[in-house]
Structures are given as structure tokens and as C-alpha cells.
């Protein structure tokens, strides 16, 4: 080929990848949102503050992270990591308190010290300009920074979603802080990698669509936002079960979406993690081990994830155990007794 040529069919697919996500993004814009059906919603909220705590925590990175905890400082310190696009209130209520009221015996000291911040970017955590800043190293760094503002060496790291992606990449770029980890619906990095770009199959190309979605600036923001955030409301009411969310909850997620830069700073999750995989070429990644002992927990019913990467990632573990539960991506809601119940089996293990 010689290289006019080359020229040509470089300018051809840069314009053909940056045109099919803003023609994706009008589609979606103007197809007739269906309403949620009221007998979708619960009849009663979800969402409570009762017996958590917040506060206000900086990093070595002077980034501001709002934070919720439960349970006494002294305990073991458990981090929980939320995801898209949720809050870690919205996210961990039911597991903050859990493990924050867990005592030795009836009068004995809490056992557990329970933390979740609000990711950077989200609710009232700090939101640097730039997808840039969203990068998975900074991300990773949030997290090692918070263990050592709680006087720790090291935590046991539960995530969701994107907080399990991060959970994963503190693991794998910095195995000693990581007592345990726990894993909720999302795949190691390298097994998400290999289901759509190595050995890539068109059932979970179609569910992560939206990615490609997020690339194109502005417009996604826009498209989110309007009618009072309807179509995120509706994506993720109607993606888990019926009975799972309450209008007073969804409320709660709007007030979230709704905080100035919060909406663009999640979105800037995907932007950078599609940019920075572009601007390394797609090299493989030279660190792929966890070696800290892992939990992967799968709802089985997961509408964005194929449930075959639960397996597909525990070979990347050292010593891993996978369960599946009957839920959907929305599994800390759906099944939260159940998910409390296998993350307190998997850490009182020795």
C-alpha cells in the first residue's frame, strides 16, 4: 500500500469512527423513550441514610472525595467502590450497614470499619476538567490514597461496575494494598478486552454499544440529561427487576446526575478508557495478575455483561472463586442479603 494511499484510509476510518457514535447518539436522541411502568417501580424507597456517617476526605492528589462509612475507625477497613451511574450511598447503603453494625460479640467492638466514597467526578466528590483525569492510574491512586488517610497498609476492596474495574487495577498495579478483593459484574481488564477486540463476539459488542456512544463530545451529556435525566432513569429501572427501585430512590439518582460537571465526569470515564487504550496503540497490558485472593460475584442476567466473563476472569487470579446469583447488573439491590452474606463467608475466610 503506498502511503497517499495509507493517508487516505487513515483520514477515511477516523471520520467513519468519529461519525457513527454522534449518528448513534441522534438516533437515540430522537427514538420514542417508552415510560417506565408503574408496575415496575417499589412501593416503598430503598434508600436509606440511618445509621451512616459522612465526610470530607483529600487525597495526596488533592482530590476531594465525599465519603460514607459506617461502624468504628479501629475495625478492618473495607472499601466499597460504586459504579455508573450510581453514588456510593446509592450503591452500598445496604452493605455500609451491614458490615459497619458487625460486632465480635453483643458488646465487643465493631468488627468491620465501612468506607465508600463517591468516585471522583460523581455527586459531590471533586470533578477535574478533562477525561484525562480519569484515567485508570489517577483512579487506582484515589483508592491507595484513601487507605492511607484511614493509617492502613492495606484494605479489602469491594467493587461494582466501574468501581470493580478500578478494584481490579489497584490489585494489579498495586498488590500490596490489597488484603482481598471482591468483584461485582464486571470482568478483568484483560478478559473485557479479549471479548471485544482479540477474539471479539457480537453478542457483547451489541451490549456495549453505549461505549462507543459516550466517545462523541457533548452530545451524550445532552442526550442524558434531558426530560429530567429520562432515559438514564429509564435505562436503569428497566434493566433490573421489577420491585427493585422506588420513584423516591430515583429521585435521589437525579438530585446526583443533577450536581453541575457530574454527568460529563462520568461519561469522561468512558471517553478516557477508550483514549488511553487508542493512544498506547492496544498494546497488551504487561500486567495482567491478581494476586491478592478474589471473590467474582455475577448477577446471571446482567443486560451490559456476558455472564461468561465471570469465568473468563478468574484464570487472571491466583486464587479465585466465582459464584452467580439470580439478578441483573443491579445485583447490590436486587440480592443484597445474599451478596452480604457471600462477601462476609469470603473474608472471614483465612
Known amino acids: 500500500m503506498g502511503f497517499g494511499k495509507f493517508i487516505r484510509l487513515s483520514i477515511f476510518s477516523t471520520g467513519l469512527i468519529t461519525l457513527v457514535p454522534v449518528l448513534l447518539l441522534f438516533c437515540a436522541y430522537f427514538a420514542p423513550q417508552k415510560p417506565i411502568p408503574e408496575t415496575h417501580w417499589a412501593t416503598t424507597p430503598q434508600v436509606s441514610h440511618e445509621g451512616l456517617s459522612f465526610e470530607r476526605v483529600t487525597t495526596k492528589q488533592n482530590i476531594g472525595l465525599s465519603v460514607v462509612t459506617s461502624g468504628e475507625k479501629e475495625g478492618e477497613l473495607i472499601i466499597f467502590l460504586h459504579g455508573f451511574p ?6 452500598w447503603h445496604n452493605q ?3 458490615f459497619g453494625n458487625i460486632t465480635n460479640n453483643e458488646n465487643g467492638p465493631h468488627q468491620f470499619f465501612a468506607v465508600a466514597p463517591d468516585l471522583r467526578g460523581y455527586n459531590h466528590s471533586d470533578k477535574p476538567v478533562g477525561s484525562v483525569n480519569y484515567n485508570l492510574d489517577l483512579l487506582a491512586q484515589d483508592v491507595t490514597d ?3 488517610y484511614y493509617g492502613r497498609k492495606n484494605a479489602i476492596i469491594v467493587g461494582h461496575d466501574w468501581g470493580a474495574f478500578i478494584g481490579w487495577w489497584v490489585a494489579i498495579n498495586h498488590p500490596d494494598r490489597v488484603k482481598k478483593l471482591a468483584i461485582i459484574n464486571v470482568p478483568h481488564p484483560t ?3 479479549d471479548i471485544l477486540l482479540n477474539r471479539p463476539k457480537f453478542s457483547q459488542l451489541i451490549k456495549s454499544g453505549y461505549i462507543l456512544f459516550f466517545q462523541a463530545p457533548f452530545v451524550p ?10 432515559r438514564l432513569a429509564v435505562g436503569l429501572v428497566t434493566t433490573a427487576r421489577p420491585g427493585t427501585f422506588a420513584k423516591e430512590d430515583i429521585d435521589l439518582y437525579k438530585q446526583a446526575w443533577g450536581v453541575p460537571g457530574a454527568l460529563e465526569s462520568a461519561i469522561n470515564y468512558y471517553r478516557e478508557g477508550a483514549r488511553s487504550k487508542f493512544r498506547s496503540g492496544f498494546a497488551k497490558a504487561t500486567k495482567t ?4 485472593k478474589t471473590l467474582i460475584l455475577w448477577g446471571k442476567d446482567d443486560a451490559f455483561l456476558e455472564s461468561e466473563l465471570a469465568e473468563s476472569s478468574a484464570p487472571f487470579c491466583d486464587d479465585a ?7 441483573t447488573h443491579w445485583i447490590l439491590h436486587e440480592q443484597p442479603d445474599k451478596v452480604n452474606q457471600y462477601l462476609l463467608n469470603f473474608i472471614s475466610q483465612p
Open 191 to 193: 478478559a473485557f478486552e
Open 321 to 327: 472463586e466465582v459464584h452467580y446469583i439470580d439478578a
Open 146 to 148: 484513601l487507605i492511607e
Open 86 to 91: 450510581e453514588t456510593a450511598l446509592l450503591s
Open 221 to 230: 451529556e445532552w442526550t442524558l440529561a434531558k426530560n429530567d435525566f429520562e
Open 96 to 98: 455500609l450497614r451491614f
Open 289 to 292: 495478575r491478581v494476586v491478592s
